[in-house]
C-alpha cells in the first residue's frame, strides 16, 4: 500500500501546507483520513473506479473544510463515510445547504453514512477498530488492518491510554502533533501532543514507525521548523517522520 500525507496542516492552509487529510492506496481501494483541503489531491490519485471509505476522526473544520469539494471528484461506485459515534446528524448538518450541497447528493446513489457504532453493520475489505481520544469534541482514533499490516491514524489527540492501545504493535501511526516542542509535555489533558510526547508514545506502544502530521499551523510557521522540532525527538524514537504535504510512504 501506498500511505500518502495530502495535508499536514492544523487548523488552516498555509503556503507549504493544507488541512488534514491522508490517502491510503491498495490494488483494490482507497481509504481517506480525514477531509481538509489536502483532500482537493485524491483528483490525480484515487482509482475512482474502485471502492472509496472515507473515515473522519473528528468534525472539526480542518479535518472537514474539503467536504464541499467531494461533487467534484467522480466516484464511480458508493462510498462509505465513517464519523464518530453520535456524530451523524452534526454531519449532515455541516455538510447542506446553505453552505454546501447535500452530503448524498455530492457521492453516488447507495453510499452510507455510518458512525464508529455502527462499523459492524457492514462489510469493509479491511480490518477496522476505533476508540475515542482526547479532544474537546467527540473525536475517534483508528485501527487499520490492510494487507497484513496494521497502520493507526490518531488525529486529534492528547498522550492517552486509547491513542497508546489503537497504536500497539502497529507498523505505522500516523499521529498528530499541534503543539510545539515544551508547551503540553507536563499538561496530561492536553488536546494535542508535541513531538516528545509523540515518540515517547511510540516508544511505549512498540510500533515500526510513525510519521508526524496536523503541525498547528500558528505554530509550526516553517517546514524547516518541523524538520528540527522532530529530529530533536529522534534521539527518543529514530524511526520518527516529519509529515510534510505530498510524502509518500510504502508499506
Ligand atoms: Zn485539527
Ligand atoms: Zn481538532
Redesign the pocket.
Known sequence: MIVTMLGTN??FDTDFGQT?CTLIRTRDYSVILDAGYGIRRIKELVDFSKPVYLLLSHL?L??TIGLHTLDSFHFQQPVKIVVPAGQKQAFAELVRPPFTNPWAKMVPEGSELLDTDELGTTAFPFEISTLPLQHPVPDHGYRLGIEGKTVTYL??TGFCDNALTLAGGADLVIAEC?ALPGTVMDKPNAPHMEPELCARLAVEAGVSQMVLT?FGAGAYTSIPQRMNAVAAARTIFPNLITGVDNLEIVL
Request: charge should be negative; charged fraction near 20%; aromatic fraction near 10%.
Open positions: 492544523g487548523w488534514m472539526h480542518d479535518h488525529c486529534d499541534g496536523h
